[in-house]
Nanobody, 123 residues
Framework: VQLQASGGGLVQARGSLRLSCVAS????????LGWFRRAPGKDREFVAA????????IYADSVKGRFTFSRDNAKNTVYLQMNSLKSEDTAVYYC?????????????????WGQGTLVTVSS
């Protein structure tokens, strides 16, 4: 399974971006997906997760109300809609797939990772 994340870029504070993550080699069906991020000089942190079957989601407190995690079954793609971006959202964002359809917030709970896409928010 290969995960390909895209959609990062440079955006002004209070702006929006939508990240995408598509899987090749296997469907997302039956798995949970997650987004993590690593800001400069910081550890990787959990952002959001979703279950593929019913779309249940969970968010980190820092992004709750601003980010939305969704999926497109037909395209085997997940999205992270990021609104009201802040400078502290600047990071490399990674999508990941868990080995089963159980939401986890620890990075160790995921077995496949995308290559990351850089989001830079200017203040």
């Amino acid at each position: 399974v290969q995960l390909q994340a895209s959609g990062g870029g440079l955006v002004q504070a209070r702006g929006s971006l939508r990240l995408s993550c598509v899987a090749s080699g296997r469907s997302f069906s039956g798995y949970a997906l997650g987004w993590f991020r690593r800001a400069p000089g910081k550890d990787r942190e959990f952002v959001a997760a979703i279950t593929w079957s019913d779309g249940s989601t969970i968010y980190a407190d820092s992004v709750k109300g601003r980010f939305t995690f969704s999926r497109d079954n037909a395209k085997n793609t997940v999205y992270l809609q990021m609104n009201s971006l802040k400078s502290e959202d600047t990071a490399v964002y990674y999508c990941a797939r868990a080995p089963r359809e159980t939401i986890v917030t620890l990075s160790s709970g995921y077995d496949y990772w995308g290559q990351g896409t850089l989001v830079t928010v200017s203040s």
